[in-house]
């Protein structure tokens, strides 16, 4: 009943312009209405946690030139969980993970910001074809974030 619904709302669904977007790179794969789950532990300036669970809808695409995931909780507004060119370097705070049970991210949140502690992850829950991860250029990732995603994935207004 729930997938009928967000289906409806379009809630978890990949956004046009992102659409045209994945389609001119080329797409290897895309998953629309995947189920994502957010767990966060430990402390954010308006929340404290020792093991928020959070359930949500998104959309993970894999396409020729790179990764990108989107989270949604409202009907047409899908928020942007990664979006990273293959070819970007690979540092930051953000790690993520392809692998056939789908897209992992996560991250020591102190890294990105010095007023956090804990650990944020996301899981979109998707198989991934093995035929689809081996034309992949990497299946691990990793990625610099602002607090404000912190904030955002966890559920609080980001105040600088």
Same mark, same amino acid.
């Given at each position: ?24 790179? /080329?797409? +290897?794969? !895309?998953?629309? *209405? ?6 966060? =532990? ?5 929340? #404290? &946690? ?7 809808? /998104?959309? +993970?695409? !894999?396409?020729? *030139? ?6 949604? =909780? ?5 928020? #942007? &969980? ?79």
């Amino acid at each position: 009943m729930a997938l009928i619904l967000r289906k409806l709302m379009h809630i978890g669904a990949l956004p046009e312009g992102l659409r045209a977007e994945a389609e001119a790179e /080329g797409i +290897l794969f !895309l998953a629309e *209405y995947v189920p994502v789950t957010r767990r966060f =532990t430990g402390t954010i300036p308006g929340k #404290r &946690s020792t093991g928020s669970v959070a359930s949500y809808a /998104g959309a +993970l695409v !894999l396409t020729n *030139y790179r990764a990108l995931a989107t989270m949604s =909780t409202l009907p047409m507004l899908a928020g #942007r &969980s990664i979006d990273q060119p293959w070819s970007a370097p690979q540092i930051g705070a953000m790690h993520a993970e392809l692998d056939p049970s789908g897209l992992t991210l996560t991250a020591d949140v102190a890294e990105i910001d010095r007023r956090c502690h804990g650990h944020l992850s996301l899981h979109y829950k998707t198989a991934i074809p093995d035929e689809v991860l081996s034309q992949l250029p990497r299946r691990t990732m990793a990625f610099d974030v602002g607090p404000e995603y912190v904030f955002r994935a966890v559920g609080v207004p980001y105040h600088p």
